[in-house]
C-alpha cells in the first residue's frame, strides 16, 4: 500500500524543530508539515486530553485518515502505560525529554531521547514512561480505526470524561473528511483529463 507520508521526511521536519520551545515546535511542525503535504493538515493545534493503556496527556492531532495519522503528544509532568498492539507500523518521534521503553522479554530498558526515533512495528507491544516532561510526534500507518477503541478506552472505563472523547472523535472525523474530499476532487480533475470518451469506454467495459 501506498502511504502520503514519507518517515525520513518526517524525521528531518522533527529535527529542525528541536530547537524551538515546545509551543514553537508544534506550530512548526504543521507548518512545514501544510508546506510539504498542501491540504492534507489540520488548519490549527488544537490541545486534547489523551488517556490510552493508563497513560495520560495531551495530543494535537495534525493529520488523520483511514490508514495514517500524525499526531504531537506528552505531558509537561511525565507518564507511564501501555504502548497497545495494533495492525499499524507506529513511529514516535522525540521533540524533548526522554521515553524509556521495554518489550516483554526485554529486562534493559530502551532510552529514546530527542531527535530519536521509536519504532513499534505491527503486532508489538511495549511498555513505555516519560520520566519527566516529555513531548513527541507520533505517525502511525495501517488500519486506523482498529486503533481509536484503545485510545479513547480508558475515557470509558475510568476517567468518565466525554469531553477528550468528543473532541478526539471530531478531530479524526474532520481529518478523514479532508482526505476524502481531496481524493473526490483528484478523481473528478482525472476524469475531466481523460475526457468524455474515457468516461463511455469505462462505463460501457462494467
Given at each position: ?9 518526517l ?28 491540504g ?60 524509556w ?12 531521547k530527542?531527535?530519536?526515533m ?32 484503545f ?23 474532520q ?32
Amino acid at each position: 500500500m501506498a502511504y502520503l507520508f514519507d518517515t525520513q521526511v518526517l524525521h528531518d521536519i522533527i529535527r529542525s524543530a528541536l530547537p524551538l520551545p515546545t509551543e514553537a515546535k508544534a506550530q512548526h511542525i504543521r507548518d512545514e508539515l501544510e508546506r510539504r503535504y498542501p491540504g492534507h493538515i489540520a488548519p490549527r493545534i488544537e490541545w486534547i486530553f489523551n488517556i490510552a493503556g493508563g497513560a495520560m496527556g495531551h495530543m494535537a492531532v495534525l493529520h488523520a485518515s483511514l490508514t495514517e495519522y500524525i499526531l504531537v503528544f506528552g505531558s509537561p509532568i511525565g507518564t507511564e502505560g501501555y504502548s497497545g498492539r495494533f495492525l499499524a507500523d507506529d513511529f514516535f518521534y522525540i521533540l524533548e525529554g526522554e521515553q524509556w521503553a521495554y518489550g516483554e522479554s526485554e529486562l534493559e530498558r530502551r532510552v529514546y531521547k530527542a531527535g530519536d526515533m521509536h519504532h513499534l512495528p505491527r503486532g508489538v507491544a511495549r511498555g513505555y514512561r516519560f520520566p519527566d516532561r516529555c513531548y513527541a510526534v507520533e505517525y502511525a500507518r495501517g488500519a486506523i480505526p482498529l486503533m481509536l477503541p484503545f485510545g479513547l478506552g480508558d475515557s470509558f472505563s475510568s476517567t468518565l470524561d466525554p469531553i477528550p472523547v468528543a473532541k478526539t472523535i471530531r478531530a479524526f472525523t474532520q481529518g478523514v473528511m479532508r482526505e476524502m474530499s481531496i481524493g473526490a476532487k483528484e478523481g473528478i480533475k482525472r476524469l475531466k483529463a481523460s475526457g468524455p470518451r474515457a468516461f463511455l469506454k469505462s462505463s460501457s467495459e462494467r
